[in-house]
């Protein structure tokens, strides 16, 4: 996929020296920078690189030790709760229910994320329409193959249209020609003024974002767009990209 540029000003996050403790221990050490509205931003960093706690703090889940940060325009710190009804997340790890029906799980998310509820059946109908779900409206999620939940994962994280979504590696466990489908969404989603803020073990992936933050041992060591990235560190690839700086990291615990 070529690379994109996004023509956006409006800065819908925002972190400056953002800072995580754990007694003695920095997580996540002073990290700055800012994601443009519509911007496909890829964050990317090796077991414990710290990644994971500062998604955290973007997504109003965990609370700073020190430094701002700004999401959808509110404090992360004061406004949390604001900033959850403006964001959309997706996890590999959980994101659908099982043991309900693809309909029941996309009104249980629609009414997490604060649809009014004259809106929750036409937009359900709209939206089995345009993944061709609908004839797995009653079917349970559990049975759907892992690339169908996936779409159904993301398209419901997006459901009431926030201004960014998270999503913590989304594509892992699915086939290449899958993982294209789901990126082919995530560019839909972008075109529609919709932020994303995606971590993924797949370096081919990074290719795909408008720029890609590194980080090591808690810090920011490299935020640029894949092909200036490239230019930089004289690689082929982001896979060497990252391997160069990932070589550096002295800690490997998951954070």
Same mark, same amino acid.
């Given at each position: 996929?070529?690379?994109?540029?996004?023509?956006?000003?409006?800065?819908?996050?925002?972190?400056?020296?953002?800072?995580?403790?754990?007694?003695?221990?920095?997580?996540?050490?002073?990290?700055?920078?800012?994601?443009?509205?519509?911007?496909?931003?890829?964050?990317?960093?090796?077991?414990?690189?710290?990644?994971?706690?500062?998604?955290?703090?973007?997504?109003?889940?965990?609370?700073?030790?020190?430094?701002?940060?700004?999401?959808?325009?509110?404090?992360?710190?004061?406004?949390?709760?604001?900033?959850?009804?403006?964001?959309?997340?997706?996890?590999?790890?959980?994101?659908?229910?099982?043991?309900?029906?693809?309909?029941?799980?996309?009104?249980?998310?629609?009414?997490?994320?604060?649809? #009014?509820?004259?809106?929750? &059946?036409?937009?359900?109908? @709209?939206?089995?329409?345009? %993944?061709?779900?609908?004839?797995? *409206?009653?079917?349970?999620?559990?049975?759907?193959?892992?690339?169908?939940?996936?779409?159904?994962?993301?398209?419901?994280?997006?459901?009431?249209?926030?201004?960014?979504?998270?999503?913590?590696?989304?594509?892992?466990?699915?086939?290449?020609?899958?993982?294209?489908?789901?990126?082919?969404?995530?560019?839909?989603?972008?075109?529609?003024?919709?932020?994303?803020?995606?971590?993924?073990?797949?370096?081919?992936?990074?290719?795909?974002?408008?720029?890609?933050?590194?980080?090591?041992?808690?810090?920011?060591?490299?935020?640029?767009?894949?092909?200036?990235? #490239?230019?930089?560190?004289? &690689?082929?690839?982001?896979? @060497?990209?990252?391997?160069? %700086?990932?070589?550096?990291?002295? *800690?490997?615990?998951?954070?």
């Amino acid at each position: 996929m070529p690379e994109r540029v996004i023509d956006s000003m409006e800065k819908v996050i925002v972190a400056d020296k953002l800072t995580k403790k754990f007694g003695d221990f920095i997580a996540v050490d002073h990290i700055s920078f800012e994601v443009e509205r519509g911007e496909i931003f890829g964050f990317l960093g090796a077991n414990g690189a710290g990644k994971t706690t500062a998604m955290r703090m973007l997504c109003g889940l965990s609370i700073p030790t020190s430094g701002k940060g700004l999401v959808a325009g509110y404090d992360i710190h004061t406004q949390s709760e604001k900033v959850k009804r403006n964001i959309g997340y997706m996890s590999q790890k959980f994101a659908l229910y099982d043991d309900l029906t693809v309909a029941e799980n996309i009104r249980l998310y629609a009414g997490i994320y604060g649809v #009014k509820e004259k809106e929750i &059946a036409p937009k359900t109908k @709209e939206l089995l329409l345009r %993944l061709g779900f609908d004839n797995e *409206r009653d079917t349970l999620v559990k049975s759907l193959p892992m690339g169908w939940k996936q779409k159904l994962a993301f398209s419901v994280a997006i459901f009431h249209e926030p201004k960014i979504v998270f999503l913590d590696e989304p594509t892992g466990g699915v086939d290449p020609v899958t993982r294209r489908q789901f990126w082919e969404m995530i560019y839909e989603a972008s075109d529609r003024g919709i932020t994303i803020f995606v971590t993924t073990h797949y370096m081919d992936e990074a290719e795909y974002c408008n720029r890609v933050c590194v980080m090591v041992d808690g810090r920011i060591d490299a935020l640029d767009s894949p092909r200036n990235l #490239k230019i930089q560190y004289n &690689a082929q690839n982001m896979d @060497e990209v990252f391997q160069q %700086l990932a070589r550096n990291a002295k *800690r490997t615990d998951a954070i």
